[in-house]
C-alpha cells in the first residue's frame, strides 16, 4: 500500500480546498480535509474541483473524512464528480 501526505492549495483559497491525501493505493484514495474553513472550501463544497484535481483516477474509489472527521465517498464517473455516498464498509469515522 502506498501512502501519500500532500497539501493541496489554491492561490485563490477560498474557491478551493485545503486536503490531504492520506492514501493513494490502486483501489482507492483517501484523503483529509485540512482547513481552516474561514480561509478554504470544504471538500464537501468543492467536490468537483477535487475530483478534477486528481490525476488518473481510473476505477479507484475515491473517500474523504470530511470537517466532522466522517468518512464519505466522492462518486466519480468518467472522471468527473458524480455525487456522494455514505461508507458502509469497515472504514468507520474515526472518532471512536
Do not use: C
Not at 46 to 72: C, M, P, Q
Not at 77 to 84: P, S
Amino acid at each position: 500500500m502506498v501512502s501519500l501526505s500532500r497539501i493541496v492549495q489554491s492561490t485563490n483559497m477560498k474557491s478551493q480546498a485545503n486536503y490531504q491525501i492520506l492514501e493513494n493505493t490502486a483501489e482507492h484514495i483517501i484523503l483529509q480535509d485540512m482547513g481552516p474553513w474561514d480561509k478554504y472550501m470544504t471538500i464537501t463544497n468543492a467536490a468537483e474541483s477535487v475530483i478534477a484535481s486528481l490525476s488518473n483516477i481510473g476505477s479507484r474509489r475515491v473517500f474523504y473524512y470530511d470537517s466532522e472527521d466522517v468518512l464519505t465517498e466522492l462518486l466519480v464517473k468518467d472522471g468527473k464528480f458524480a455525487g456522494f455516498a455514505p461508507v458502509k464498509e469497515n472504514h468507520g469515522n474515526r472518532k471512536g
